[in-house]
């Protein structure tokens, strides 16, 4: 929610630096000191540089446009214009919203301003792509403006491994998850900036229990106009991505029952949830205006929706996937997100009508998603047909597979297919406690999942969520 560049809030021009190899896996990050039993340290950081990475910084990066001023007019009729930077080709960029935790307690821990002051001092100030989120446990990274999935994952683990030796001397860990296990929100302290104040101000204890962290793709499109059709054909696929990532089934010390409870936490604030479906980019200005003149928001920048086109990035935001706990998970994202973008491009261009789903569709399918995961049975029609969840990913994934080969993330796109098979984060997570665990122990496999790049495996004992069989 602080300053952006194109796609995120990206490096200022000149402020470059190596980035790990995109085949550096696991990620190796300095040990972390353990004071508890059953966590595992993680390999030290080998002393040679990593190589560099090629994600671009495309001049100056804009500032945040300013509230819209109702006054404007447009030359297309709307009652405001708001400027549509589009982009050349489905370029990505990528944010992660990481916890900070202490490795005695496993609680989380206000320490980001200073983590982010030691971190920013070689770059005269604020690190380039690490930056304040919300809370004061959560610092969020943040990508250049990459071609490849590839890329994006490289520049993301070049950002932790500068991290990890701030966290290193304080006794700190990250973990990526939906939520944190056990910690209260109502202990957690504001981020010291102006916006947030602002924002806890107005939105109470709806925005004060934001404890909840997630994964945000943004993928270029080429006008306007595409950019809405493409995020209300996108409402289709909100379920896919959710029950692929939900990792929140645990909310201060509770098993809630959902297997991403982040989801529902996040739809309290009145503009965010799921968008509205728009006929196109005249009727996005007079919504904007319209909330504008009512004070309902003071910049475009407060509607959170799941996925909203962004006018300066000149792309199409996806906000739906909670925190993912392995870099491999994050990159399967975002390869799912920059292939289904440039698929559904593509096919406007070839003079296709892109499919809308009725709303309430898509709502009772998001709904299913954060209750059920991967074992949840979607509506694909208004005569109440079903699909099994697996299989709905299953067939995306065929689908988008020559997309992927063409951008290069076939790879990354087919581990989609891995983390059905071995059982996304909620599941996970649910088997440490089924196995005799606590859910201390759920904090500690995920600093290990994060660190290691390798998903706990779930017992044979404990699969009784699983997908089953296809076919």
């Not at 100056?60 to 819209?68: F, L, M």
């Not at 065929?398 to 909620?426: K, N």
């Amino acid at each position: 929610m602080s300053k952006r560049g194109e796609h995120g809030r990206y490096a200022r021009h000149g402020q470059q630096r190596p980035v790990a190899a995109r085949n550096a896996a696991p990620l190796a990050l300095s040990r972390v000191r353990l004071r508890q039993p059953g966590l595992r340290p993680v390999p030290r950081l080998s002393q040679t540089s990593p190589s560099s990475g090629s994600c671009q910084h495309q001049g100056v990066p804009r500032e945040p446009r300013r509230a819209p001023n109702p006054a404007v007019g447009s030359r297309r009729g709307a009652l405001l214009q708001i400027d549509f930077h589009s982009s050349a080709g489905p370029s990505l960029g990528v944010e992660m919203e990481l916890e900070i935790v202490d490795v005695d307690t496993r609680e989380l821990h206000s320490g980001a301003t200073e983590i982010l002051a030691d971190a920013g001092r070689p770059y005269d100030g604020d690190h380039p792509k690490a930056k304040h989120e919300l809370l004061e446990s959560t610092i969020e990274i943040i990508t250049g403006i990459c071609s490849t999935v590839g890329e994006a994952r490289a520049d993301l683990e070049a950002t932790l491994v500068e991290l990890q030796p701030h966290l290193e001397r304080r006794d700190l860990a990250f973990i990526c998850s939906g939520t944190h296990p056990f910690s209260d929100w109502a202990k957690q302290q504001i981020s010291p900036n102006p916006r947030y104040e602002r924002l806890v101000e107005e939105m109470q204890w709806l925005a004060r229990r934001l404890q909840i962290f997630g994964i945000h793709v943004h993928v270029g499109v080429r006008s306007a106009e595409k950019a809405i059709a493409i995020a209300n054909a996108l409402t289709a696929y909100i379920p896919h991505f959710l029950a692929l990532s939900a990792s929140s089934p645990y909310w201060m010390g509770q098993d809630t029952g959902l297997a991403s409870s982040r989801s529902k936490i996040f739809e309290g604030l009145p503009t965010a949830g799921l968008p509205y479906q728009l006929s196109g980019w005249s009727e996005f200005e007079d919504f904007m205006h319209t909330l504008v003149s009512a004070k309902a928001i003071s910049s475009i920048r407060e509607v959170w929706w799941d996925i909203r086109p962004h006018p300066d990035f000149g792309t199409v935001e996806l906000r739906i996937c909670d925190g993912l706990p392995t870099m491999s998970e994050v990159a399967s994202m975002a390869a799912i997100s920059q292939c289904l973008v440039e698929w559904l491009d593509t096919r406007h261009d070839e003079g296709h009508e892109l499919p809308v789903p009725h709303s309430w569709v898509v709502r009772e399918n998001k709904w299913r998603a954060a209750r059920h995961g991967i074992n949840a049975e979607l509506i694909t029609d208004d005569s109440g047909t079903l699909a099994h969840m697996g299989d709905a990913i299953a067939d995306l994934i065929d689908e988008l597979t020559p997309t992927a080969r063409r951008l290069g993330c076939e790879a990354e796109l087919d581990h989609a297919r891995a983390i059905v098979e071995h059982g996304p984060s909620y599941l996970r997570q649910r088997d440490v406690v089924a196995s005799g665990g606590t859910l201390v122990d759920v904090v500690d496999s995920l600093i290990d999942e994060l660190h290691t790049d390798r998903p706990h495996v779930i017992g044979t004992a404990h699969r009784t969520e699983q997908q089953r069989p296809r076919g």
